[in-house]
């Protein structure tokens, strides 16, 4: 009888193992996530804002304030917005990984900011070089992923895909349009949201929300009908496909803030 139950007691904890196990950061295919923002200041990031020089974090834009990296705007320095688009770079490049940001809009958007940009905001992958930047360029050539916040009331999707400089194609076809609405539900107020990208080289991107792709595409490439993209077109031999970018953070005219940036290196 004494067997029978030790037997037991080892089958139930053989059988609970996996479950009995400790957390763990890393994903079902082990690899671990890494934090892009260390919570206490903007190492390893460099800003770009227009008519500013490569460094220079005008008005500090972006700063962190109790552990959350964010874009502001003092009206000493912004008392209109005038098109001072913003980015803030990672000092790497990626090319196959996962990208996943806690981000959320806050108060009201700088006056003069254009109406489009009212929490209006996004995270660019597969971008280029900020020193390839002119000191008037509005933003880099990058595939964005557009977060947008709800107004109130309506729909308005988030993690949405712009195409500054860029293309990509959809269903075997080359997309040519700047912009397109995901298939995510709205996000109205200050809460936080989750969005992971998951960036397969050249092969494919996906957004996702709440664990589900609300948009893929395929072919992330430079648009050879914009004169900054030819440019680097010609740097790059005629190449047109993009297999890895940096990765910025916008400054578009309204306050957000983003208390988590990691990535999980897939290749």
């Known amino acids: 009888m004494l067997v029978s139950r030790r037997l037991l007691v080892v089958a139930f904890l053989l059988g609970c193992f996996p479950f009995c196990q400790s957390p763990s950061s890393a994903d079902d295919d082990g690899k671990e996530w890494r934090s892009l923002f260390?919570?206490?200041?903007?190492?390893?990031?460099?800003?770009?804002?227009?008519?500013?020089?490569?460094?220079?974090?005008?008005?500090?834009?972006?700063?962190?304030?109790?552990?959350?990296?964010?874009?502001?705007?003092?009206?000493?320095?912004?008392?209109q917005f005038g098109d001072k688009f913003g980015h803030l770079f990672y000092n790497e490049k990626f090319s196959h990984y996962r990208l996943r940001l806690e981000y959320r809009f806050t108060g009201d958007q700088c006056a003069g900011g254009p109406g489009w940009a009212l929490r209006n905001s996004g995270v660019m992958v597969h971008g280029e070089d900020p020193a390839t930047m002119s000191v008037d360029q509005d933003f880099p050539a990058s595939i964005e992923v557009q977060l947008l916040g709800g107004p109130g009331k309506g729909d308005r999707p988030t993690a949405n895909l712009c195409t500054p400089g860029t293309n990509v194609e959809m269903d075997g076809k080359l997309f040519t349009p700047h912009c397109i609405s995901?298939?995510?539900?709205?996000?109205?107020?200050?809460?936080?949201?989750?969005?992971?990208?998951?960036?397969?080289?050249?092969?494919?991107?996906?957004?996702?929300?709440?664990?589900?792709?609300?948009?893929?595409?395929?072919?992330?490439?430079?648009?050879?009908r914009d004169a900054h993209a030819k440019e680097l077109i010609a740097k790059r031999k005629g190449d047109l496909l993009l297999k890895e970018g940096t990765i910025s953070l916008q400054s578009e005219s309204h306050p957000v803030e983003f208390r988590k940036v990691e990535i999980q290196v897939l290749k």
């Open 38 to 79: 260390n919570g206490k200041d903007l190492t390893g990031w460099t800003p770009k804002i227009r008519g500013e020089k490569l460094g220079d974090n005008y008005g500090e834009t972006f700063r962190v304030e109790d552990g959350v990296l964010k874009v502001a705007y003092n009206k000493d320095k912004y008392p």
């Open 182 to 224: 995901s298939k995510s539900k709205t996000y109205h107020g200050d809460q936080w949201v989750t969005v992971e990208i998951e960036v397969r080289g050249d092969a494919v991107i996906r957004h996702i929300i709440d664990g589900k792709v609300v948009l893929e595409y395929q072919k992330p490439q430079l648009d050879e």
